[in-house]
């Protein structure tokens, strides 16, 4: 089965409030974790990432936090727009090989929904 | 625009037969990485190429799907007697070795098969 998942499929928030998204994993070899962001007829686009040392990133209106004893990862957006309306997928990145980015695990996906 | 460019955008073919798909990476990016992608799911990693040699296929690349990096710049993909089951988006993105492992991504073929 898949080694990253995420809890809800749809979450709706209203414009200028936080959103929280979040994600489970399997694979405690994972190093590596990233957020993407998809927008309908687009590929992903990177947000943030976070490595396993790490338990919190910040970013422009964006933070992950990392959880490794429960594994599990999440995604705060700070005073959403209606540009922020997408798929939110996490992936992570065991390093099988070493030395860079190996193929990504990707979640199902979260569509956020800002209600103006 | 990530710099990642994928052609055609869109294909439409039937049952059986062959298609190919191009990936145009980053020009400074040594690994390239084709994802399959179908509607409501996340992207599932095919293989990755660093320069031109084919490090990684997971078990998802039948023998019917092939990928070639043959200079180390841009790829192809290739599904062979296609089948219903290849409809999908085929995503391409690119990293550069050493750097901060952020893989950019094309924005895809659609592969309708009928």
């Known amino acids: 089965g898949e080694s990253v998942g995420l809890h809800l499929p749809t979450l709706s928030v209203q414009e200028g409030d936080n959103s929280i998204i979040n994600c489970a994993y399997s694979n405690s070899a994972s190093d590596y974790f990233i957020w993407y962001k998809q927008e309908s007829g687009k590929g992903p686009q990177f947000i943030i990432d976070i490595r396993s040392n790490m338990d919190k990133r910040q970013g422009q209106r964006v933070t992950v936090l990392l959880n490794k004893t429960v594994k599990h990862l999440s995604l705060q957006i700070a005073a959403t727009q209606p540009g922020d309306s997408a798929v939110y997928f996490c992936a992570e990145n065991p390093f099988r090989s070493g030395g860079g980015a190996d193929g990504l695990t990707f979640g199902k996906g979260t569509h956020l929904i800002i209600q103006p | 625009d990530t710099g990642v460019s994928q052609n055609p955008r869109h294909k439409i073919t039937k049952r059986g037969q062959n298609v190919t798909f191009r990936c145009d990476p980053i020009s400074e990016h040594n690994r390239l990485y084709w994802y399959r992608q179908t509607l409501g799911q996340g992207p599932e990693f095919l293989t990755y190429?660093?320069?031109?040699?084919?490090?990684?296929k997971s078990r998802l690349l039948s023998d019917r799907f092939s990928a070639e990096r043959p200079k180390g710049s841009f790829s192809t993909l290739e599904i062979q007697r296609t089948e219903q089951g290849d409809s999908a988006m085929y995503l391409c993105?690119?990293?550069?070795?050493?750097?901060?492992?952020?893989?950019?991504f094309g924005p895809g073929t659609r592969l309708t098969v009928t």
């Open positions: 190429f660093q320069n031109e040699a084919q490090l990684e």
């Open positions: 993105a690119s990293s550069l070795l050493g750097g901060n492992y952020e893989q950019y």
